[in-house]
């Protein structure tokens, strides 16, 4: 049975937990979330204030509603330009980690930034010294979630970000070869920015199937069995040409039902979070990818 859930975020802001939980349980029984608490949360404290009673008062009122965090959501600029701004930001990171469990959810999860503060497409993020700055960043984290068994969640995003190919996300996880880094996989993300290569390398607005499976099958071959979850949205290409890539799941180009196909044979079970959801249309989506 397939872990379907959402980003909380996606339905809103909320002035407390109870009102969350309630919110979340319109969509099913047994719901599994991406939680960003600033983000879902009026007047939520900053990580640096999180004490056991807030989070404890958060996990006991989602769980009285049927909802689990599957991801609790950190996302942070490991390599951020600014040393004194990156380590306040690891700072934040490791402060979920410490209340993770605590949630019900070992998993925090991040992207791995650019050298634009912003994250946004700078031409030097790829460079060496950047990567091995990223690595520093998550060797610190990972020793974080050793020291209070949680799990560092990693996600890729092409061309942007520091770990921005399959290839990059398969020596992340071999360098940190433990039980303390995982993968959120994030198809859409790694999608190349003018889409994915037919066997002749063109590219095509709709890529055929063998395209799709060639692009997921590398993935999967290179760090399948360390994925903890993965996030559900879609993508087209512009009239340049160009991916956009943050389209609700049934908006683009993308066959998910292959993929979960493809998932079911290596029996690839996690939580399937969309993002950018429409509230409005979320139970319908939730029931047709039940199907899938």
């Known amino acids: 049975m397939k872990h379907l859930g959402f980003r909380a975020h996606d339905l809103g802001t909320f002035d407390s937990a109870t009102q969350l939980a309630s919110a979340i349980a319109t969509y099913g029984p047994s719901i599994p979330i991406q939680l960003a608490i600033r983000k879902v949360l009026r007047d939520a404290p900053m990580s640096s204030s999180y004490t056991e009673a807030f989070i404890k008062n958060l996990h006991d009122e ?77 060797e610190r ?24 190919t399959i290839e990059r996300m398969a020596a992340l ?48 071959d290179a760090f399948g069995p360390r994925i903890a979850a993965l996030h559900v949205k879609d993508y087209r290409l512009d009239s340049n040409g160009y991916k956009i890539g943050d389209l609700p799941f049934g908006e683009g180009v993308f066959d998910w039902k ?14 399937a979070l969309l993002e950018n959801a429409n509230p409005a249309t979320l139970a319908d989506t939730l029931s047709l990818l039940s199907t899938y």
Do not use: M
């Open 62 to 138: 989602l769980a009285a509603k049927g909802a689990s965090v599957a991801v609790f959501g950190c996302y942070i600029n490991p390599v951020h330009p600014d040393k004194a701004i990156r380590d306040e930001q690891l700072s934040s990171f490791e402060q979920h980690l410490k209340f993770a469990n605590l949630l019900g959810c070992p998993l925090v999860g991040t992207e791995t930034g650019s050298l634009n503060a912003d994250c946004s497409f700078h031409p030097d993020t790829a460079e060496p010294k950047v990567l091995d700055v990223l690595y520093r960043s998550i």
């Open 141 to 164: 984290l990972v020793e974080a979630a050793v020291k209070y068994d949680a799990i560092v969640g990693v996600e890729a995003v092409s061309k942007q970000h520091t770990i921005s």
């Open 173 to 220: 996880v071999e360098k940190f070869d433990t039980p303390h880094l995982k993968v959120i996989y994030d198809p859409i993300n790694l999608v190349p920015w003018t889409g994915l290569a037919e066997q002749d390398g063109s590219s095509r607005g709709k890529p055929s199937i063998e395209a799709q499976r060639t692009f997921v099958n590398a993935a999967l």
């Open 258 to 271: 292959d993929l979960f196909s493809e998932l079911r044979k290596r029996s690839i079970e996690v939580p």
